[in-house]
């Protein structure tokens, strides 16, 4: 029963994160218009892989790099410099129609779209603050608790960005070069505001 409650719990607080709206949404709802289903699932898995990272990270307890204004203020400045070039490389590139067999891709692509995930969203300090939050929030709970908890959460997460990734791709068919421009101008300036957000953050770290 303890169990069953703590997965529970682990569900809605994967739901409220799957309604926070940062870089890593758009570039997944990018990368599965023009790449496919399958593209959007392999970002969806890196993006998972880097919150599985900070959720064993936390979980030892390692509060003190945390809370290191050092720490936090170079995670900024590396985080803000990789949105910055994904900003500006979708600003630049030229637009493409959106692939009608996806599921030709190749291994590679799918492993760059898992890495680019990976980086987008982990590398982001407000990512990394947000699960050592959680971890705080659930100290007291015991191990096997802790472990169905967060289960609940990156389950969540993933299914969730699954979804998306799966609607986004049943919509490329009706989507025209105009719009897919709009698009990478969108999602370009997206990135490169969250980049400049990043960096203000590691300015006010440093100056702490």
Do not use: C
């Not at 390692?62 to 204004?69: G, I, M, T």
């Not at 719009?179 to 960096?199: D, E, P, Q, T």
């Amino acid at each position: 029963m303890v169990a069953l409650t703590a997965f529970a719990d682990g569900i809605l607080f994967g739901l409220l994160l799957t309604l926070m709206i940062g870089p890593v949404f758009f570039a997944l709802i990018q990368t599965s218009i023009e790449r496919g289903f399958r593209s959007g699932a392999s970002m969806a898995v890196g993006i998972a892989l880097s919150d599985a990272a900070y959720v064993v990270v936390a979980s030892f307890g390692v509060v003190l790099l945390a809370s290191s204004p050092s720490f936090q203020a170079w995670l900024g400045v590396v985080g803000g410099l990789i949105m910055l070039v994904f900003g500006l490389i979708n600003l630049l590139k030229r637009v493409a129609p959106p692939q009608l067999q996806p599921g030709e891709a190749g291994a590679d692509n799918h492993l760059r779209q898992l890495i680019k995930g990976f980086l987008l969203n982990g590398i982001n300090p407000f990512v990394f603050l947000f699960w050592f939050g959680i971890a705080s929030l659930k100290a007291t709970y015991a191990l096997d608790q802790k472990v169905v908890f967060f289960s609940g959460v990156l389950l969540t997460v993933l299914l969730t960005d699954f979804l998306k990734a799966y609607t986004a791709n049943q919509l490329r068919q009706w989507l025209s070069p105009k719009f897919m421009l709009r698009m990478n101008w969108l999602v370009g300036v997206a990135l490169i505001a969250f980049s400049i957000k990043l960096f203000y953050f590691a300015y006010e770290a440093f100056s702490l």
